[in-house]
């Protein structure tokens, strides 16, 4: 077992038991178990649960491009400021100051990438639970 599947496990666990309880209770209101309807609404199911466990999330990535979009204006102004200037002490000097504005407005560059990140090896695991079938 690579490290891959090792870490994929516990999510291929999770994705296999939400769709089988998805499609077990599909099956208990009367859909046919062996349908392929009955898989796709399962599959449905487990991504509206993944959706909805991660709205916090989704909420915190609006409120961070919302500050990364009301910082424009000043990263614009110091990019102008640098502008030209090559040489590593200025580069720094720009980074310093981002760094920064950054952190006076408390908003995280990086944080429009989380739910991707945090999405990521379920839809891998989905993957992997499919592909096995």
């Not at 991504?47 to 491009?65: D, E, H, M, S, T």
Request: proline share 5%.
């Amino acid at each position: 077992m690579d490290i891959f599947e090792t870490i994929l496990a516990p999510f291929k666990w999770l994705v296999s038991a939400i769709m089988v309880g998805f499609h077990d209770g599909l099956s208990a209101i009367g859909m046919p178990a062996a349908s392929g309807w009955t898989w796709t609404l399962a599959i449905i199911g487990l991504v509206l649960v993944i959706r909805a466990a991660l709205i916090p999330v989704f909420v915190k990535q609006i409120k961070a491009q919302r500050g990364m979009q009301l910082l424009q204006p000043d990263l614009k102004k110091m990019q102008d400021k640098y502008k030209g200037k090559t040489d590593q002490l200025s580069r720094q000097a720009m980074a310093q100051e981002q760094m920064a504005l950054y952190k006076k407005h408390g908003t995280n560059p990086f944080s429009a990438c989380l739910p991707m990140l945090i999405q990521m090896p379920f839809f891998f695991a989905l993957f992997q639970v499919l592909s096995g079938i």
